[in-house]
């Protein structure tokens, strides 16, 4: 059974960064696209970044310059490295698997993990 599990949330400083870990078990990590996603509360879940298996990347705008996604297939790990956090990068972020980045567009994800959350105020 595969398992996705985020680590790296916390409280942060306006400015500040962090970064958010995903460890995949049970499955074939190099064989599927990974994605992080956000929710805000009452909202819909929002696709933040994606990397596909041959390490391709996608960014909402609201994150391009600020946020890095990216994949270690040795560690079965991939990671999301937030810069320059805003007040209004509050949330709750998930990591996903799909078996390609146009199913993580959409938001269908055949693997979730438990989310982890991120809070950036002073």
């Known amino acids: 059974q595969v398992q996705l599990v985020e680590s790296g949330g916390g409280l942060v400083q306006p400015g500040g960064s962090l970064r958010l870990s995903c460890v995949v078990s049970?499955?074939?990590?190099?064989?599927?696209?990974m994605g992080w996603y956000r929710q805000f509360p009452e909202k819909e879940r929002e696709l933040v970044a994606s990397i596909s298996m041959s390490a391709y990347e996608y960014y909402t705008d609201s994150v391009k310059g600020r946020f890095t996604i990216s994949r270690n297939n040795a560690k079965n790990t991939v990671y999301l490295q937030m810069d320059s956090l805003k007040p209004e990068d509050t949330a709750k972020y998930y990591c996903a698997a799909a078996p390609d980045t146009n199913r993580l567009r959409v938001g269908v994800a055949d693997y979730w993990g438990q989310g982890t959350q991120v809070t950036v105020s002073s």
């Open positions: 049970g499955g074939a990590f190099e064989n599927y696209a």
